[in-house]
Every structure is written in C-alpha cells, then in structure tokens.
C-alpha cells in the first residue's frame, strides 16, 4: 500500500514521541494519547485565531490550554472525540485505557469498531494501551483508510457569514462534496484549496441585499479518497448562519481614556452583512466620528445613536468612500454636523447606483469638505489626530494618527484579522512598489520624534490591534518586492487570486496579514511597477536598485508629486471636477534629485537609507558603504550634495540620488 509522505513521516514522530513521552513505561497517559490524535488531525484552538462567533470552549475542570498539551485536550473535546466525567474532569495523567482509546479513535476516524474491522486486537477494554500498541493501531488505520475531511471555522458557532476550508489528514488525499445535503459521490464536486479557498457562505450578499430570512442552514458532506487506500468515511458538516435582517446601532467603550488618550467606543450594527466598525473618538474638547457604516438612513440613524454616547461636540470623518463605510453621511449631513471626505473619493458617492453612492443631491455636495494629508484635528488636551493618505484600497483612504496617545485609525488598508468570515484586505489600487513606499513614509511620520504606534483600530477588526499589524503590512509587501512571485500566493477566497500572507490565520491570532495585490498567480498581471527605468515583473524584481525612503533626522526633505493613477473627472455641486489622484511632497523612488531644507545653526543630520528591495548588494553614502536603514550622521552646509548610489540585487543595475542642503 502506499504510504504518504505526510503519514510516515508522522508515525515517526509519534514513534519518538511515545518513546521520550513515556519514558521506559509502556503505557500512554490520556493527555498524550489525545494530543497526538489532536495533532494529526490538526484542529485549531479557539485561543489562536480570531473569529468574533466561535463558541468558548467549556474545557474541564482539571485542564487549562496553558498546562501541556492543554490545547490539544480541549480541542478534542470541542471536536466530540472526548468527554467529562461526572465531576467534569478528564484526568490527563491516568493511563488511557484501550477501550478508551479506541472509543476516541472510532470518534476521530468515523469508524465503526476499529476491533472489528481489526485496526486493534481484541482485549480487555480496561486494560491499560502500550506505547508500542498505540503506534501499531496508528499506523495500521492511516496506513488502511484516508482520514475523513475537516472543517474550519466550527460548527457550532452561529454567525452571519464563514469562509469555510476543507482539509483532509492525508497529504495528497481528494476531496469529493456537496453543499445542498445529498450525498456525495466520486462525481461530486472536488475541492480544491487553491482553487476554491475558503468557501463564502453567508445570509444575502456582501452588500446587503438578498436576503429574505435572518436565518440559514449550510449543510457540507464530504469524503477523501487516495489511491491505494480505503475512501474516508462521509463526514456531515453544519453550520447554523443568523443575521438579523434589521437591527439596533451597539457600542462598547474599547478605551476608556485619560488626560493624555481620547475615550475610543466601537460602533456596529449586527444587520450588516459585512459588519465594519465605525469609531467614536472623543477628546477633552471634541470628537471625531471615524466611518459611518453601511445601514441606511432610511432604517436608523447615527447620528441619533452617537448624541447618546458622545458628550462633546463632534465632527465625522469617512475613512473611505466604500459603501459599508459611508452610508450614514447623509444623517450627519442633514443634521449640520462638520462631514469629511477625501476628495479622491468624492467620485464613488456621487455616482448613482455605485457601491456607496450616498451623497448624490449637489445641495448636499456643497456640505462635504476635503480632508487631505497635512490636514489636522484637534480635540484639546494635546489630542491631535493628524491626517495621511493611504490609498490602495481606496483612493480616497485617509488615516487619522496622534502621536500623544499613540492611536492610528486606518479604515480597510491595513488589516482584516478576522478568521473564517474574510480573510484578505484589497491593495491592488496601488502597485505594490509604490505602495511599500507610501507605507514606509507614513509610518516614519506616525513615529516621527521618537513616537510609538500603541494602538490601531481598522473597519473590520472589532479589537484594537497594534504596532505589530503594522509591520506586517510593511513585510507582506516587502517579501513580494524581495522575491517576485515566489513572494505571493493564491488567496484563501479561491480562484487563484494573487495575494501576499505572513502568518495564519488559525494559528496566530491577530498577528497575520493577508493583501489582494491584483491578478491571477501565473498570469502577466503587472503588479510591480513597469516604467522606463525598468519592468520588476516576471523576474525584474532583482533590477530594484531604488530607495523606498528616505529618513532625515534635523532637515526634511522637499518632495516632488507622486502620481499612481490619471486624474478623476465627475460631476459635483453642479460642477465639473477634476481630482488628481496624486500626493504632493513625497519621497518618489524613481525621482533622483532632491533638497534637504535644514535649519542654519544646525551642522549635522542623521540620514536612513531604505531600499525598495532589502536583498540589494550595496548601498554608498558619498561613496562609503552602509547598511540597510541604518541612521547615517552627516556633517552638512549649505549647497552641499549627498549622493546615494544603490546596486540591485542583480549586481549591475545602479541608480544615484542626490541630496542639496539648503539651509533656511
């Protein structure tokens, strides 16, 4: 019979792991008999990935997901395959017994009667199971039969919406399926992972409409089949889907503030069938409403719900013009209440029928105000929320930083760390080149001074992330600039979408990333930048011999206009408009010539050069090698020029800036 890759390489670990588990005895205790079985299956704990629905665990008495294989216990017994005792223990370190095991295997495999079908030899059900039996009995069911299919997220959450995977133990097993209760043959359905990703499944559609009950059952069966084995039993998987179809603003307070940090509530609606997140931030003077949601004005009002919570005076500020982030602003419109939208966006809610089309009238156009990067709130007490651009999720995304309380508020482009309900956030509106840059200046600037990012908060992330999200976003980016397609991989919502992942969504909590870059993996989708100085697609990656950024401590730098896309013409206010989709007083990695503005008393400055690629093979400050973002001091005068010249990766191409001081 043929043996996976995968299985023998397992029956091994286990053969090492009875062996060092149980030392010279020849018996397994409980806790290690059912975390080898919870590993081989590969259940996630509930601790380990993020998912506002799933259902505690109610574990036992006498175990926690601290103690050794603790979660392994409690997994299993949120799967079924083990149970409590009277007293509601499992007792870890009692020898399994091997009518115990058996019933734990039986449960794991979906079999019948493993003595039976002779996967264990008759004998005393009491009696205690040898390390040398349990590797025997192992590996003559994996050996035998396909292991029956799993499934994430579980079953026994109800929620509105899940991005449901399959996966069967044995490597290089076929899963065969049905999604409408009928059984399933080899004709069924074949699930393919990289194909399919994770499958949605939710109550209407993603921007709310179709639905015309709150509830639904989704009904999977399924079963794997390898050559050379015998076909996995079918597996029955439901999962029980509610989303009220008309429902009631909520909040929490998520910081409760001080002198120094605004009070922050989460405001959310459980009717949306996307469910983001507005903020509501208040200072000790004033307050910023950061998003305003995707349920309508004609069912309830926000504006309403936010005079309950708030106690200052407030304004609202759309982080993008998408339509679950922006269907409120007529409410604060109609109310006199300050509205601010990044021009870029103005476009998408005025366009009748668009995807958050919601300021279509002129008489309300004229009320909407430009935010721009420059921009700034003040809301007392040393409370200021300075405003970045951040497109590539939208045009128009804006940030809101303040460096006092450490707070940035990004909207979608940063994070979705939800598992199981999405699992990507789309970028593909900037190439990921220049997006690497924008991202790298912005946060230079949230961490300008000696500042921290402490906490962030994004539009569909119901708790506060942190500093670390951040520097995923910046290496999901960087590992594709590194290494080309070999950086990215197809994404978990199917179809072979290119995105590119650090981490894993059911193993890391909230410390993963996910980002849609655009196009089809193996296609000529061009998601690098393709100019005249070189094409980084299809392999030119090892041509970047660009900086990304460029950090001047005691001058600053004079930038140059970046543009990523053409300008936007539109109607608005009676008025013909055009926005252009730039950003002025940039870094531009592709412009060479630059001044650096530095005070008169000041002889000497610090200067950081990032390369767009961190694999490029050298890096000359006037000539003198340095590292990769380290902080370079440099004595200065007025007229001076600093040359930086970058070697690529592929050892030839070159590229110089030069760098004018100018004193003022």
């Known amino acids: ?354 995807f958050g089309s919601v300021v279509t009238e002129p008489e309300k156009q004229k009320l909407v105000k430009n935010v721009e990067e420059g921009d700034s709130f003040d809301l007392g007490g040393g409370c200021v929320f300075e405003v970045y651009a951040m497109p590539g999720h939208a045009n128009g995304n804006i940030v809101l930083n303040d460096k006092q309380s450490g707070m940035v508020f990004g909207s979608d482009i940063y994070s979705c760390t939800r598992a199981g309900s999405a699992d990507n956030v789309g970028v593909s509106g900037l190439k990921v080149d220049r997006l690497l840059s924008f991202t790298q200046q912005a946060y230079s600037n949230y961490t300008k001074g000696g500042a921290d990012v402490k906490m962030l908060f994004t539009g569909h992330d119901e708790q506060m992330l942190a500093n670390n999200n951040l520097l995923l976003f910046e290496q999901a980016l960087q590992q594709v600039i590194d290494n080309g397609e070999a950086g990215c991989s197809p994404s978990l919502r199917g179809r072979g979408s290119r995105v590119t992942t650090i981490g894993d969504m059911w193993k890391d909590g909230t410390d993963w990333i996910s980002l849609s870059i655009g196009g089809t993996l193996g296609d000529d989708y061009e998601y690098l930048t393709s100019n005249s100085t070189a094409n980084y697609n299809a392999g030119g990656f090892v041509k970047y011999s ?41 870094f531009d990695p592709w412009t060479y010539n630059y001044t650096i503005e530095v005070q008169a008393e000041n002889n000497k400055i610090l200067i950081t050069p990032v390369t767009m690629s961190t694999k490029v093979k050298e890096i000359l400050l006037d000539g003198k090698p340095v590292e990769y973002r380290s902080k370079n001091e440099v004595e200065v005068s007025n007229g001076q020029v600093i040359d930086i010249t970058v070697t690529a990766p592929d050892g030839t191409t070159k590229s110089t800036y030069s760098f004018t001081i100018e004193s003022v």
Request: proline content about 5%; charged content about 25%; overall charge negative.
């Open 1 to 354: 019979m043929n043996k996976p890759k995968l299985r023998t390489t397992f029956l091994l670990v286990i053969s090492v792991f009875l062996l060092n588990a149980c030392g010279t005895s020849d018996s397994i205790s409980k806790a290690e008999f059912v975390a080898m079985v919870s590993d081989y299956f590969q259940w996630p704990h509930p601790d380990d990935y993020n998912d506002i629905w799933k259902t505690p665990i109610d574990g036992f008495n006498d175990v926690t997901s601290a103690d050794p294989n603790g979660k392994q216990i409690e997994v299993a017994l949120e799967q079924g395959i083990i149970t409590k005792d009277a007293s509601g223990n499992f007792n870890p370190d009692a020898t399994i017994t091997r009518g115990e095991a058996a019933q734990i295997l039986q449960s794991a495999f979906l079999l019948d009667n493993i003595v039976a079908e002779g996967f264990m030899e008759e004998g005393k059900t009491n009696a205690p199971l040898s390390k040398e039996e349990a590797k025997a009995v192992f590996e003559k069911i994996t050996s035998t039969v396909v292991a029956p299919v799993q499934a994430v997220p579980l079953t026994t959450a109800v929620a509105p919406r899940r991005y449901i995977k399959l996966w069967s133990p044995t490597e290089g097993a076929t899963i065969h399926f049905t999604k409408d209760g009928s059984e399933p043959t080899m004709e069924s359905e074949i699930y393919n992972l990289e194909q399919m990703g994770h499958i949605a499944e939710m109550i209407g559609f993603r921007d709310g409409s179709g639905s015309a009950t709150g509830r639904r059952e989704v009904v999977y069966k399924a079963f794997a089949v390898k050559d050379g084995l015998e076909k996995s039993a079918t597996h029955t998987m439901k999962w029980n889907l509610y989303r009220p179809l008309d429902d009631e603003f909520q909040s929490d307070i998520i910081v409760e503030g001080d002198d120094k940090t605004p009070r922050v509530f989460r405001v959310y609606n459980d009717s949306e069938s996307v469910r983001a997140m507005c903020w509501y931030i208040e200072g000790p003077e004033k307050g910023i409403v950061f998003d305003a949601l995707q349920t309508t004005v004609d069912k309830h009002n926000l504006k309403d719900f936010i005079d309950k919570i708030a106690t200052k005076p407030y304004i609202l500020v759309i982080g993008h013009e998408h339509g679950d982030h922006d269907a409120q602003m007529p409410a604060f419109l109609n109310a006199g209440i300050e509205t601010y939208l990044n021009n870029r966006g103005w476009a998408s809610v005025s366009r009748v029928g668009g």
């Open 546 to 586: 660009v900086l990304s950024n460029i950090e001047i401590d005691g001058g600053d730098l004079v930038g140059t206009t970046v543009e990523w896309a053409g300008p936007t013409t539109f109607d608005w206010a009676n008025k013909k408009m055009t926005v252009p989709n730039s950003l002025s007083d940039k």
